[in-house]
């Protein structure tokens, strides 16, 4: 019987691949800027295998992020009533900015000045993701 992942290292993983795919680096490249396999670099982000604090560090260097970006928002030593630190986002949240869709609609959204558009875009998929059926968070 295996143990699950801690929810730091789980965290810690899902931001790596979120930076990752924002740089449009493979696995396979991140590996092997750090003389590592894609496969432990796959370890890495779902959180199976902790990371060293040293290969904390190499990997901010290699995304081009201060060591903190890799753990802000994540789970705290002293973790609130829902396991996060306060303020911090609920965990679909960086589940979805680690995927290359959540990436790419954010990154699309977000160059659209006009308020209003917003507005009626966050509105149109309120309105498809409720024909879905219920909140499955």
């Known amino acids: 019987m295996s143990k699950a992942p801690n929810p730091v290292d789980k965290y810690v993983g899902s931001r790596v691949r979120m930076r990752r795919i924002m740089l449009g680096m493979s696995q396979e490249k ?28 190499q990997i901010a260097e290699i995304l081009q992020v201060p060591v903190s970006f890799l753990f802000e928002g994540g789970p705290s030593g002293v973790p609130g009533p829902d396991g996060f630190s306060e303020g911090a986002s609920p965990s679909y949240v960086s589940d979805f900015l680690a995927t290359s869709e959540g990436l790419a609609l954010t990154k699309a959204f977000t160059r659209i000045t006009d308020s209003k558009m917003r507005r009626s875009i966050v509105d149109l998929v309120e309105q498809i993701a409720a024909r879905e059926g219920p909140d499955k968070r």
């Open 30 to 57: 991140l590996g092997e800027a750090l003389g590592l396999t894609f496969q432990q670099i796959q370890k890495y982000e779902k959180g199976t295998n902790r990371v060293g604090a040293s290969r904390i560090q």
